[in-house]
Structures are given as C-alpha cells and as structure tokens.
C-alpha cells in the first residue's frame, strides 16, 4: 500500500516539476532548462504549495477563535447586563 502511495507522489511530483520546467522554457531558451531537475523542482513545488495552505490554514483558525471569544465574552456581558 505504501509503495502505491510513494508511487504516485513521485509520479505527482515529476508532473507538477515538468509543468514548471515548461514553463520556463517559455521564459529562458529551450536548452538552457535542465529537464533533469523535474523531480526535485516538483516536489519543492509540492511542498511550497502544502506550505502555503498550512499558513492559510492557521490564519483561519486565528479568526475562528478568536471570533468564538468575542462572541463568548458578548454572551456573558449580555446575561450580567440583561
């Protein structure tokens, strides 16, 4: 099971890095690009990506709590009030 799942995180990583190297054969000439670097670019890619979405992530959850303090502390002001 496992080797299926390394399987296709490599076959991931090597499609995502050779997007990217497509990509800059756009920018740079063809034969400047080193296609050979397909893997480790796609997995850095990969895990820039992963990155991202952890920080994203965390930023949300910041607003959730602290949105569930405020309307907390509303709650208590309001039964002491009212």
């Known amino acids: 099971m496992i080797e299926y799942?390394?399987?296709?995180?490599s076959s991931f990583a090597h499609t995502v890095g050779m997007w990217v190297?497509?990509?800059l054969a756009k920018?740079?000439?063809?034969e400047r690009?080193?296609?050979m670097l397909a893997?480790?670019?796609g997995l850095l890619a990969i895990i820039t990506a992963l990155l991202?979405?952890?920080e994203f992530a965390r930023k949300v959850a910041?607003?959730?709590v602290v949105t569930a303090w405020v309307l907390l502390l509303?709650?208590?002001v309001m039964e002491v009030v009212g």
């Open 5 to 9: 799942l390394l399987t296709f995180f």
């Open 21 to 23: 190297l497509g990509l």
């Open 27 to 30: 920018i740079l000439p063809a």
């Open 33 to 35: 690009v080193p296609w």
């Open 39 to 41: 893997d480790p670019i």
């Open 52 to 54: 991202i979405l952890v």
């Open 62 to 64: 910041w607003v959730l």
């Open 74 to 76: 509303v709650r208590i």
